[in-house]
């Protein structure tokens, strides 16, 4: 298969003289997409792409699926485009700036990029302080403010004070009217805030269209894929259009929440239905497979460290070595329940800073194991007990 892709790249080479590659970007931005974006990228750098245009159209999600996927595209060798087709919100927001150009459809928005739970509770200030810089410290990268950046993640911004003195005449007497105008500076130019749509001090700056090429955080308009390819000169192109291959689409649905819980459940089921009976046997294979189907998926989103896995494979350890070699239930399985909790938990938090929303995520879903497990054990020991 690899040998019949190499030679359709060459075929291509010769036929076409430009090479873009057409990357959607749509839906929840979530732990199972960094894989994809990053597999495209490298595609693309493989077959001397002339760019990547990532077709954007999502309300946001997953904060370190976005970081690892801006991460991705800020390292690509080959020019990378983002096309907002509607809407770049929160995640999507950072994915965008992350490109060297951006084009917007008429009617598109950008911005609104705070973090919060799923309740709508804006998140702790690590978490907000952590998002902030780095949206600034991308747009910086990029050329774009930082100002605005920033502006999109925390709407509690002090902006710099004008003071403005207004001289009325009204019956022959004039009057002193004292006016406040927060703005910022960008390029050297004065940039009110009220300018900007609904961006008072207390409220998110999100841009539409116009004003997201009035201020510089957008390159041009396009209403169709194909127009931002006669804007790039890239018109005679070969557009090769990516999608999520079968293993991609089964580590985004793996690593989605509730399977995850579901697999750590039956993993535990598994493995404490085996430690009530001799030898190793199908509860334990399938605990067994469970488990490292939830941690190979989570290894592979990035979302697991070699620290977790070091963690719950020693407690296997513990595990089999109170089931296989020592007689009853004492320290050695304890210690590797305690070690697979723990390091269950580790594996449920990304890497970056996270708020109450991720690590309440984090928290039910080994509670849904555990009480998976309790339940298990209930309905093994009334099995016993009637035989």
Request: include cysteine.
């Amino acid at each position: 298969m690899r040998i019949v892709f190499i030679y359709l790249t060459v075929w291509l080479s010769i036929l076409y003289s430009q090479i873009v590659y057409r990357v959607p970007i749509e839906g929840t931005i979530d732990l199972g997409l960094p894989p994809f974006i990053e597999r495209s990228i490298q595609e693309a750098e493989s077959n001397s792409a002339d760019a990547i245009i990532f077709e954007i159209n999502t309300f946001g999600g997953r904060v370190d699926a976005a970081t690892q996927i801006k991460d991705a595209i800020m390292d690509s060798r080959v020019k990378t485009v983002a096309f907002i087709n509607k809407r770049a919100i929160s995640a999507g927001a950072l994915i965008s700036l992350s490109c060297e150009k951006i084009y917007m459809t008429g009617g598109a928005t950008i911005g609104a990029t705070t973090a919060v739970d799923m309740s709508g509770k804006k998140g702790s200030e690590k978490v907000i302080s952590y998002m902030r810089e780095e949206m600034a410290a991308t747009a910086e990268k990029r050329g774009r403010s930082k100002d605005i950046a920033r502006g999109m993640v925390d709407e509690e911004l002090e902006f710099q004070k004008k003071v403005k003195r207004e001289y009325i005449t009204e019956d022959g007497e004039v009057d002193t009217i004292k006016t406040v105008n927060y703005f910022l500076i960008l390029n050297g130019d004065t940039m009110y805030v009220n300018d900007i749509e609904g961006r008072k001090q207390g409220n998110l700056i999100t841009l539409t269209t116009e004003q997201a090429l009035k201020y510089r955080m957008a390159d041009k308009t396009a209403e169709t894929f194909d127009d931002v390819l006669d804007s790039l000169g890239l018109s005679g192109a070969f557009v090769y259009e990516t999608g999520e291959n079968w293993s991609e689409s089964i580590v985004r649905f793996l690593t989605n929440p509730v399977v995850a819980s579901l697999l750590t459940t039956f993993g535990f089921l598994g493995i404490l239905f085996e430690l009530q009976s001799p030898g190793w046997g199908v509860p334990g294979t399938v605990g067994l497979t469970c488990l490292i189907l939830s941690l190979g998926a989570s290894y592979i989103a990035e979302l697991a460290t070699m620290t977790d896995f070091l963690i719950i494979i020693a407690g296997l350890m513990f595990l089999i070595l109170e089931t296989l070699v020592i007689p009853g239930f004492g320290i050695p399985g304890i210690v590797g329940i305690v070690m697979i909790l723990w390091g269950l938990y580790l594996l449920l938090l990304p890497d970056v800073p996270v708020g109450e929303e991720v690590l309440s995520q984090a928290t039910t879903g080994l509670l849904i194991g555990i009480l998976g497990g309790i339940a298990g054990l209930v309905i093994l020991f009334k099995a016993m007990t009637r035989t």
